[in-house]
């Protein structure tokens, strides 16, 4: 598809967009879809595109099967970089009806074989307004109108979102709070390789969230509370940090940029998030800020934050305390280990029972206040 006709599939999504964004309701209500599914198919270009008319199709049959099976089909098996479907997602709500492009990136081969998942990660070339917000980094299968995610299903991380983001917060608090010999390999690099580090990141973390005694989706329904939410992106972030630091058949630059990588967005940028009300990354950070401050990983003095040698111990410790509590999910009842996992986390975070929420560490209010990101 040419540029030009590319920016008239957007215009045209857009404009459908303004007429369907505020009819959530009616998303599931089947004339509502029809009347849909006819003006995607009158559109001029869109409505020659492929991805429009699996879309198309699974909105005029969504009552007999409630499911995008053709729309996920054409994604899945990447027929071609677009993606185009109707979206109802709490946590993503600039997103309606909505098309981008996308262009993949490329990955080391023993990475992409030894921790294989259903990861995508991708630039993208254009969009809708939806996909424009900060906020939506990634596309889950269960973001589609259907609400479901299956084994093939692809995962798709918008690496260019990420690269911006550290630039825009991460590098900005690296120079204001770290020690000036901490992430030594990050420091100065430039948005290519960024760019691989993000994508290294987001394929160890989907692999490691289906893995382990209580992997997600299986044990989704026990870990959906903040603190135990938070819990589980620290669990499967720390298991990537330590691939990074012990799988030799990596090569060995770019496996200590990405471990770099991956703690400075996990101790420093989630640290700001959701300030004043921290969300679960947030609550995670603190976590892990309190957990290796006490246990000698990092050390908080003067206003700068050093990272001790002994870090990558303290963090095999750390994922080691959270397994071993999983590992009882074979002989304990499920609500007993969701119980422990909770306690442990209350231990190295600080809940306000009369606010019923969790208090942010006031070092890094003060640094987004300060470096106002």
Known sequence: MSNSTTAEVIREVDELREEVKGSRDAFRDQGFLDKLAQRISDAPNLGQQPAAKALVEDLRNFSAEPRLATVKAHISEERDHHIFSLFDASYFPSLSLEYL????????????????SNTMPVNITASSKGF???VVVALFPENHI??????????????????????????????????????????????????????????????HHRHGDMPIPDFLPYKKRKPLAGLEELRVDVSAMLVCL????????????????????????????????????????????NYLSQHGGIELTGGSIRLHPELPAVLAQFLGEIERIEEQIHTTPVEEVQKKLLEFTNQYTDYDP????????????????????
Do not use: C
């Open 132 to 134: 424009t917000s900060r």
């Open 146 to 207: 259907d609400g479901v995610q299956q084994g093939d299903d692809l995962i798709f991380y918008f690496i260019n979102k990420f690269v911006e983001r550290h630039n825009r917060i991460t590098r900005k608090m690296i120079d204001a709070v770290m020690a000036e010999d901490s992430f030594p390999h990050l420091r100065g690099v430039d948005d290519v390789t960024v760019e691989q580090a993000s994508s290294w990141w987001v394929r160890l973390h989907e692999f």
């Open 246 to 289: 012990n799988d030799r058949e990596l090569p060995a630059r770019e496996a200590q940029l990405a471990y770099e990588y991956i703690l400075s967005e996990r101790l420093l940028r989630y640290a700001v998030e959701g300030i004043p009300r921290p969300n679960y990354d947030a609550v995670a950070s603190q976590l892990l800020f």
């Open 101 to 116: 492009t996308y262009e993949t990136l490329p990955t080391n081969p023993h990475l992409a074989t030894r921790y294989a």
């Open 354 to 373: 009369d606010a019923k929420d969790y208090r942010h560490i006031p070092f890094f209010a003060e640094i987004k206040e300060r470096l106002g990101v």
